[in-house]
Every structure is written in C-alpha cells, then in structure tokens.
C-alpha cells in the first residue's frame, strides 16, 4: 500500500497562475483533509472532506478550491495564486472524521514568485 | 490567543536523558490530544494519543494530560539521536477538527 500520494511535490507557480495539487489514498478511508505548513504558524487546516460528496471549509480557506473526485481522491485548486500562497501543503487521510489517527502525504512544497 | 502553545525550541538534551515537551491548549472542551513527530522536510506521523487525565506510557514515550490546567506534555525516556525531530502537538475540541501546535525542535546530541 502507497497509503497517502501527492503530486507534485515541488512547483514554482508565478503570481495569478493556476494550479491543482493532487492527492490520492489507498487505505479506503472516508475523511480527507488538506494543510499548510508554514514557519512559525504549524499546519492549519484549508479544507475537509468528511466522506466522499461532501467538502467543508477549514480554518485558511480563503484563496482555495477542493474537489472530493471519488473516495479516493481529493484535489486542491489555487485558481490566482499569490505570494501569501509560498507553503508546504499536506494532504492527509482518516478512516473517519473524529478518528484519531491521520496519515500523512509526503508534502507538495509551493512556491509562488 | 492561539488554540494549541508549544515552546519552539530547540529543545537540546545529551543521548540517554529524558526529553520533556509542553504544550498548552485553550479550549476546556477539549477531548482528544495527539503527539506527532516531524522529521526534517518529512511529513507528521502520529506517536502518542491521551484523552484521560494522566499518564500513557508506550515504550520510551509518556504522554501526560491535566485537564484542569489544560496542559499536555511528551517524556522520551532514554532519548536517541533518531528522536532528533520536530514534536507537534494537535489537539480535537470536541467533534471538532486537529488544530496543531507549532511544534518543538528536539535535538539529541550524542
């Protein structure tokens, strides 16, 4: 099992490009999640998805898109990308929303001149 | 105020002493408490979860909980030069999502 995947894993976007960050699960969970990481302000959540059809805004929405495309995916889409937006993003993975253990991606690391 | 208040270090302490991590939170209704572990340009993995006042012993690690003082905190006993990473503290208010800790810096030094 690959268990968490995301592509890419590096990008240097220009200011106002569009982009879509990838991330894939093996482990059948319901629940998936989408972070950034940034110095000093820890990982904070972007977006959610409970269980497949349904997308919940986090705790930094502002400036994203997601998509639940199936059980085993969940996109994340900056559609102007902005300076603010430079971060280490991780998509991660439950079996449930209030199960304890997520599971983390390996990271897509973003950078927007 | 932030949700989750880590120290964020770096933590430095010589091999086989024990590593102590703080963290305090801010929401009293605070159920569930997790500590990750981060190593450098890696992603988090889950090493302890509490949700009892008190303490959770799993190998080398202890993870302690006061509610009262809404107080969390991590002991790795016999501490390794491999423990050297970044320690995240999440913590769920009830039903609620993980708000992350900073994290604290632990460096192991042989």
């Known amino acids: 099992n690959a268990g968490v995947t995301q592509t890419p894993k590096f990008q240097v976007l220009k200011t106002g490009q569009s982009m879509t960050l990838q991330c894939a699960q093996d482990m059948n969970h319901n629940s998936m999640y989408w972070y950034r990481q940034d110095p000093g302000m820890g990982l904070r959540l972007i977006y959610y998805?409970?269980?497949?059809?349904?997308?919940d805004k986090g705790e930094v929405p502002n400036g994203y898109n997601v998509s639940r495309l199936n059980k085993r995916e969940f996109s994340l889409r900056l559609e102007s990308a902005a300076p603010s937006q430079t971060s280490v993003y991780f998509c991660?993975?439950?079996?449930?929303?209030?199960?304890?253990?997520?599971?983390f991606g390996p990271g897509t690391r973003l950078l927007v001149l | 105020q932030k949700e989750v208040e880590q120290n964020s270090g770096p933590l430095s302490v010589p091999e086989g002493a024990i590593a102590s991590l703080n963290c305090t939170y801010s929401?009293?209704?605070?159920?569930?408490f997790f500590w990750y572990r981060q190593y450098s340009g890696k992603s988090p993995e889950l090493i302890m979860s509490i949700y009892s006042n008190g303490d959770k012993e799993d190998g080398r690690f202890t993870a302690q909980l006061n509610k009262a003082s809404q107080y969390v905190s991590l002991l790795i006993r016999d501490s390794q030069p491999s423990d050297s990473a970044t320690y995240l503290c999440a913590v769920r208010p009830w039903a609620n999502n993980l708000f992350f800790g900073t994290g604290t810096r632990l460096t192991v030094i042989p």
């Open positions: 929401d009293r209704g605070s159920q569930s």
């Open positions: 991660a993975s439950s079996e449930a929303r209030t199960e304890e253990t997520q599971y």
């Open positions: 998805s409970a269980s497949e059809g349904t997308t």
